[in-house]
């Protein structure tokens, strides 16, 4: 699944030429992906016509702002993509399902053959309508990301955003502290910290020298510095090489480019090769289902 800075290189991406354009015609031909209206009609017709203001991402989700006060967002699921194209002469990938012609030319279609992910326009709460922010997300002491919660309230659950919330290591420390599960199951909890998934999760671990089943709430202040400033710096690190592209070659940016951080994994899907710093295998283990890596020595 495409983590905060795969979904990061797509908001970027489609930043620079998206911004400005009018939206000719929509064309949806699997509904599911449209499932929270009731027709692909209805959300065509609430699209159409109207110009895109501005690119934004809240954990997971690509936020895109409409003339009219409604916001386009997009979750690319398991394995979607947005690509762009020039016209309706280049040829479709297999598992198109949305297609954005826009006035100015070009197109941008949704690829997903999983079709797990989804797209729906959000209105905006009426005035005076309050808005349940994340208990979490309110410890923001800045950023964009309080506002954007409020104008899109499906997205009011989520949890910290690393780069659209403000937050201190000292109210990183009491989110963590109020939790007493391991830490890979506190970092990969969008309620709790919007964006990341597994592979970063284990990524950040290893920067930060904890294990994955470490109870969050057994950190020290010095280890909850190193954590904060893990994450930070590792998610950083990856949006500047385009985030990471597996063997299954699904993560590519709008231009069909692959990223290029699975170059610079330190423990993901490296089970059984030495470790860069100690030497030592990486060892796999299984966590609700998922594969999670890790050094045994390294990480303490």
Not at 52 to 65: D, E, H, P, T, W
Request: aromatic letters at 8%.
């Amino acid at each position: 699944m495409p983590e905060l800075p795969e979904v990061e290189t797509v908001r970027a991406s489609l930043a620079r030429d998206l911004v400005g354009k009018k939206v000719k015609s929509v064309s949806v031909t699997n509904g599911r992906l449209v499932r929270r209206h009731k027709t692909a009609k209805d959300f065509r017709a609430m699209i159409e016509g109207h110009s895109i203001r501005s690119a934004q991402r809240l954990g997971k989700n690509l936020v895109f702002a409409l003339e009219n006060g409604t916001h386009l967002v997009i979750h690319l699921g398991m394995s979607g993509q947005l690509l762009r194209a020039k016209g309706p002469k280049d040829p479709k990938p297999k598992h198109t399902h949305v297609v954005f012609t826009f006035v100015q030319g070009g197109e941008l279609r949704y690829v997903d053959p999983r079709t797990f992910g989804e797209l729906y326009i959000s209105t905006p709460p009426a005035e005076g309508q309050p808005v349940e922010i994340s208990k979490f997300a309110r410890l923001s002491i800045g950023g964009d990301g309080l506002a954007l919660r409020k104008t899109v309230p499906e997205l009011a659950h989520l949890g910290i955003d690393p780069f659209e919330d403000q937050i201190g290591w000292d109210r990183f420390a009491a989110i963590l502290r109020s939790r007493s599960t391991s830490l890979k199951v506190v970092l990969t909890d969008q309620d709790i910290i919007a964006g990341i998934g597994n592979i970063y999760a284990d990524e950040i671990l290893f920067a930060a020298g904890l294990r994955f089943d470490r109870e969050s709430e057994s950190l020290s202040t010095i280890e909850i510095r190193r954590l904060h400033r893990a994450i930070s710096e590792t998610l950083t690190e990856a949006i500047k090489h385009g985030g990471s592209t597996l063997d299954d070659e699904q993560f590519v940016d709008p231009d069909g480019v692959p990223g290029t951080y699975q170059q610079f994994h330190q423990v993901y899907n490296r089970e059984g090769q030495a470790c860069f710093q100690c030497r030592q295998p990486i060892l796999r283990e299984t966590v609700r289902g998922r594969s999670t890596f890790y050094c045994p020595k390294c990480q303490s």
